[in-house]
T-cell receptor, first 110, second 113 residues
Framework: DTAVSQTPKYLVTQMGNDKSIKCEQN?????MYWYKQDSKKFLKIMFS???????INETVPNRFSPKSPDKAHLNLHINSLELGDSAVYFC?????????FGSGTQLSVL | RKEVEQDPGPFNVPEGATVAFNCTYS??????FFWYRQDCRKEPKLLMSVYSSGNEDGRFTAQLNRASQYISLLIRDSKLSDSATYLCVVTGYSGGGADGLTFGKGTHLIIQP
C-alpha cells in the first residue's frame, strides 16, 4: 500500500564500502528523485529521472550512481563510502505538482 | 542571496495562538510554490500548494507576493500536533513540473501547552 517505499530504513557501514538503496513507487508517476538531508536538515536534490532518463544531476560525487530499470524504480548505488556521506537519503516521485517522499534511509558511515 | 530563505526559528508559540512565517525566493521566474511539513525523523509531506490569489485549508492560509518575492504560511488556533518543521519549496522555470524544486532549510515550530 505504501506509495513510495525505500529500503533499507537504516544502513550502518564502514568507510570504503559500497552500498545500495532501493526505491519503488506505485503511484504511476513519471519522475523520481533522490534527495539528501544532512545533519543541518538541509534537503538537497541529487538526481531526477523522468521515464528512466536522467534529467537533473546536481553536483554530486561520481561515487553516487543512480539506476532506473523502469519508471517505477530508482535505485542509488554509492561506491567507496566516506564519513561525509552520512545523512538521510530520501527518494521521491511526482507527476506535475508536489512531491511524494519515501520514509528515508538513514546512512551512517563509520 | 540564497535561492530560498526561511527563518530557521525555533518559533515557540502557545497552543491556540496564531503564528505566521515567511519565505523569500530569489528567482523571479519561479513558477510554483508549496509548503511542506516535516516531523522529526520523518519524510517531508506536502501541506499545501500556494496560489497567486492565496488559499486556505482549514486553519492554514498560504499567501504569495510575487512583487516582493515571498510566500507566507499562517496557522490559526495552533495545536500541539502542529509542532514540526515547515519547508518552503519553490520550483524553477521548467514547465510547471516538479523538476528544479528548491527547498528552504525550514522553520522549526514548537507549540507549547
Amino acid at each position: 500500500d505504501t506509495a513510495v517505499s525505500q529500503t533499507p530504513k537504516y544502513l550502518v557501514t564502514q568507510m570504503g564500502n559500497d552500498k545500495s538503496i532501493k526505491c519503488e513507487q506505485n503511484l504511476g508517476h513519471d519522475t523520481m528523485y533522490w534527495y539528501k538531508q544532512d545533519s543541518k536538515k538541509f534537503l538537497k536534490i541529487m538526481f531526477s529521472y523522468n521515464n528512466k532518463e536522467l534529467i537533473i544531476n546536481e553536483t554530486v560525487p561520481n561515487r553516487f550512481s543512480p539506476k532506473s530499470p523502469d519508471k517505477a524504480h530508482l535505485n542509488l548505488h554509492i561506491n567507496s563510502l566516506e564519513l561525509g556521506d552520512s545523512a538521510v537519503y530520501f527518494c521521491a516521485s511526482s507527476r506535475g505538482r508536489g512531491l511524494f517522499f519515501g520514509s528515508g534511509t538513514q546512512l551512517s558511515v563509520l | 542571496r540564497k535561492e530560498v530563505e526561511q527563518d530557521p526559528g525555533p518559533f515557540n508559540v502557545p497552543e491556540g495562538a496564531t503564528v505566521a512565517f515567511n519565505c523569500t525566493y530569489s528567482n523571479s521566474a519561479s513558477q510554483s510554490f508549496f509548503w511542506y511539513r516535516q516531523d522529526c525523523r520523518k519524510e517531508p509531506k506536502l501541506l499545501m500548494s500556494v496560489y497567486s490569489s492565496g488559499n486556505e485549508d482549514g486553519r492554514f492560509t498560504a499567501q504569495l507576493n510575487r512583487a516582493s518575492q515571498y510566500i507566507s504560511l499562517l496557522i490559526r488556533d495552533s495545536k500541539l500536533s502542529d509542532s514540526a518543521t515547515y519547508l518552503c519549496v519553490v520550483t524553477g522555470y521548467s514547465g510547471g513540473g516538479a523538476d528544479g524544486l528548491t527547498f528552504g532549510k525550514g522553520t522549526h515550530l514548537i507549540i507549547q501547552p
